[in-house]
């Protein structure tokens, strides 16, 4: 992630990218309107706990404060007869006790907050392995892009996100999302142009990759398209995985991460 767009849309929401430990935080600037909730979230395949936020929208305009909801309900089903009920351990945020992400299972995230209940649903994808991270040069540009290279298993559908950490700083402008459609059962090498200009010789960058299942994965799409790089479209909010007219997404997705030495 993709949580920046046009004035032609009438809501504020923010899409902040949570990823366990991590967080990239996109806002999407819109046109005044009422109000919403945001819920934002995640379950992954490494050790929890996982955490939810809940915060609530604000108006185009703003100082850039989204207000976070305390006193919900949250709730997450793993399918196989477990349900956590997670603390709130800071105002709108709410921690996992017990749970733990493994591929191939569904997970329901329910929400009562505001007086209204909201749900959602991800089902885990079986983790994809990450070779390794090499390099591309841009002698015009003057820039170093990261390139992952990985296994698209075949014949079936994948949906990845990548994430880029700068000596330890999470990059926070840009999504990078990827579905092997034309790929698939290829060995993938695809340059991560979108951040990687920021690179310099001697820098520790660490490369996540993230295997989605496919709500999750237009998602994210979506917000990039809408943070403009799709300019021949008409901007919208992303189609969130949640109910009721709440923005976000839940998510429930594998890791695979590399660290290395820009050369």
Partial sequence: MTSNTSIALLATVTAAILFYSCQKTVTLDLNNAPA??????????TPGPYTITINQSSAFYADNT?????????????????????????????????????PGN??????????????????????????SITWQNSGFEKAIYA?????????????????????????????????????????????????????VVGDQLEVKMYTTDENVYNYFNQLDQSLGFNTSASPANPATNIS?????????????????TVP
């Fill in 66 to 102: 989204f207000p976070p909801i305390s006193g919900a309900a949250v709730k997450i089903s793993d399918g196989q007869g477990l349900t956590d009920s997670l603390t709130e351990t800071s105002p709108g945020v709410y921690s996992t006790h017990t749970l733990q992400g493994t």
């Fill in 106 to 131: 569904t997970y329901t995230l329910s929400v009562f907050a505001q007086n209204k209940q909201y749900t959602a649903a991800s089902t885990m994808p079986a983790p994809v392995p990450l070779d």
């Fill in 147 to 199: 390139i992952p290279n990985f296994q698209d298993p075949p014949g079936v559908k994948n949906y990845y996100q990548f994430m880029e950490y700068i000596n330890g700083h999470q990059l926070t402008t840009d999504i990078f999302v990827f579905d092997d459609r034309l790929s698939d059962g290829r060995y993938i090498t695809r340059a991560l142009r979108n951040d990687s200009s920021r690179l």
């Fill in 36 to 45: 919403q909730i945001v819920i934002q979230g995640e379950v992954t395949n």
């Fill in 244 to 260: 009721n007219g709440a923005y976000g997404y839940f998510s429930a997705h594998t890791v695979q991460s590399k660290t290395v």
